[in-house]
């Protein structure tokens, strides 16, 4: 029912900083959350932002002060800027997306982000 397609993922060396954009489409309700899981080889999902429709945001501490998500309701996308990449933040990225006023859940395919050392 809820597509969601991702963007933006790559080699990128320490340091450096990359853009991802998960776009959503199809039957979405007006109250949601978009956010970013992300999953290491080896190591299970964890959450890295998060954000309401109104804007407010969570981080895992690993990643505050580097990451900053963002979104556009107009255009059903959530964005993740990623600076001061180091070699842990190498994982596959998954968007969500999840519904307040139903409690319905969707995922991206995912997208590699890998940092060189």
């Known amino acids: 029912q809820v597509q969601l397609v991702e963007s933006g993922g790559g080699l990128v060396q320490v340091g450096g900083s990359l853009r991802l954009s998960c776009a959503a489409s199809g039957s979405i309700e007006s109250l949601y959350n978009m956010g970013w899981y992300r999953q290491a080889p080896g190591k299970q999902r964890e959450l890295v932002a998060i954000i309401s429709r109104r804007g407010t945001t969570n981080y895992a501490d690993s990643v505050k002060g580097r990451f900053t998500i963002s979104r556009d309701n107009a255009k059903n996308t959530v964005y993740l800027q990623m600076n001061s990449l180091k070699p842990e933040d190498t994982a596959v990225y998954y968007c969500?997306?999840?519904?307040?006023?139903?409690?319905?859940?969707?995922w991206g395919q995912g997208t590699q982000v890998t940092v060189s050392s």
């Open positions: 969500y997306l999840g519904g307040v006023v139903a409690p319905r859940n969707y």
